[in-house]
């Protein structure tokens, strides 16, 4: 619904205007206003806004007769505006500070005070004639007038096409403001939005190692200033709250691609993106699938850049579907080390060991391909004692303290080990 229809008539004389306000009715607003093109006359009293009006005098009483020609006509009679309700009625009278609209069969509306302000440079616009939509702000105040709303009544449209939006599922191409560590701030008719980040496609996501949102944010303020193809999830005009989605006009179709597959399935893949937790792989047109880290392969990898490259095919397993998202494992189709390890080694046994890397519980060794277990700082006492003691990429001694292939789950010693050996 538009608020203004101002091709309908511009203006007319006001000879041929029908039910002409009182001059007496026209409110003075600021001085801000003074500089007007049009004087508009002074009203004997200011209407007072936002308050209710009593009752107009006069009325009578009428006893409920069933059946009486009074109550038939009154039974018979529209109801009359409440505040909230949106009119609609055409400008019968314009002044420098005020506008009045023919609201028939209720009366006259006025816009006037802090609601013509503040949308004045909307009623500048504006011509006798025109049809105006306004939220009623109070009912008939002491002059008789209803105090009407433009800027309240746009608001509420635009909230009604924003519900009208949802139901249709249309896709509105909105340009992003700003962003912040969440997601992105738009901007729609006027009523500020967001774009959670999660709501993001997975072109736009912002791919970043351990969740850094500083990181986040310097990825999102990438497409501050692009256009961007959402559609509105989320509509609360109390809570003033409008929620964007960038997933959902995709989202039934790649869920019917997803559907596709299940957790066991080979697929060939083409990598498409690379970053610190892992590999991004096309499965098909329209959908794709991460490779984390982890399960890249069975040795340590601290860099997937090094043994990857964006464009390259390769085979992985689907090893989860979840929440329309498809995890991806190449390890899982080599063999697992794992596995002839069992027949190899047992608790307590004597081994030869790599140290491969160090964490804040001490230090990654392996003691085969694919096979590794954790040397535990407590025997050393400190991150710095225990690199002293082992340097990395050096072979030592180790004894087995426990062993268990099936998860994958073992623990060294170092000190056990060089006791063993002087004994």
């Known amino acids: 619904m538009a608020l ?29 206003l003074k ?10 009293k200011e209407p007072k806004a936002r308050t209710a009006a009593p009752a107009p005098t006069g009325w009578i009483e009428v006893n409920s007769v069933a059946g009486s020609p009074m109550i038939k006509i009154i039974e018979g009679s529209p109801t009359p505006p409440r505040i909230g309700d949106l009119l609609e009625g055409p400008i019968i009278d314009i002044h420098k500070s005020s506008v009045f609209v023919d609201l ?8 006037y005070g802090r609601e013509y302000i503040n949308a004045r440079d909307l009623l500048k616009k504006a011509n006798i004639g025109d049809n105006i939509t306004a939220k009623v702000v109070d009912t008939y105040n002491e002059d008789g007038y209803i105090e009407l709303s ?3 009544a746009r608001q509420a449209l635009v909230w009604s096409e924003a519900e009208e939006a949802i139901n249709k599922k249309t896709v509105l191409e909105i340009p992003v403001k700003a962003a912040n560590k969440g997601g ?26 351990d969740g850094d949102k500083d990181r986040i944010l310097e990825e999102l303020q990438k497409l501050v200033g692009q256009k961007i193809s959402v559609c509105i999830l989320v509509a609360n005009p109390k809570e003033g709250k409008l929620i964007f989605s960038e997933k959902e006009p995709e989202q039934k179709e790649k869920q019917q ?8 399935d080979i697929i060939d893949g083409e990598i498409t993106g690379i970053v610190d937790f892992g590999l991004f792989v096309k499965i098909q047109e329209g959908l794709e699938g991460l490779v984390h880290i982890s399960e890249m392969d069975w040795g340590l990898v601290e860099n997937p850049r090094t043994m990857f490259k964006v464009g390259e095919k390769i085979k992985a397993q689907v090893i989860e579907i979840k929440e329309g998202k ?14 002839s390890a069992e027949k190899k080694y047992k608790p307590d046994d004597i081994v030869e060991g790599v140290v491969i890397k160090y964490n804040k519980h001490g230090a990654l060794v392996s003691i085969e391909e694919g096979v590794a277990g954790l040397a535990h700082i407590s025997e050393f ?30 623990t060294l010693s170092y000190l056990e080990a060089q006791e063993s050996i002087k004994a």
């Open 381 to 410: 006492g400190t991150n710095e004692k225990l690199q002293e003691t082992m340097g990395l990429g050096k072979s030592y001694r180790f004894k087995i303290k426990l062993f268990e292939p099936k998860e994958q789950r073992m």
């Open 184 to 209: 992105l701030i738009l901007e729609w008719q006027g009523i500020q939005g967001f774009l959670p980040a999660s709501q993001l496609k997975a072109e736009h996501y912002p791919r970043v190692l």
């Open 35 to 44: 500089n007007t093109k049009e004087d508009s006359p002074k009203p004997k």
């Open 150 to 152: 433009v800027k309240e």
């Open 257 to 264: 691609l997803v559907d596709k597959y299940t957790v066991g």
């Open 4 to 32: 203004f229809n101002i091709s309908l008539t511009g203006k007319q004389k006001k000879e041929e205007v029908k039910d002409e306000p009182a001059k007496d009715a026209v409110v003075t607003i600021e001085e801000s």
């Open 104 to 111: 028939k069969p209720f009366g006259t509306g006025i816009i």
């Open 326 to 339: 498809i995890s991806l494992s190449i390890k899982a189709l080599k063999e697992n080390p794992w596995a």
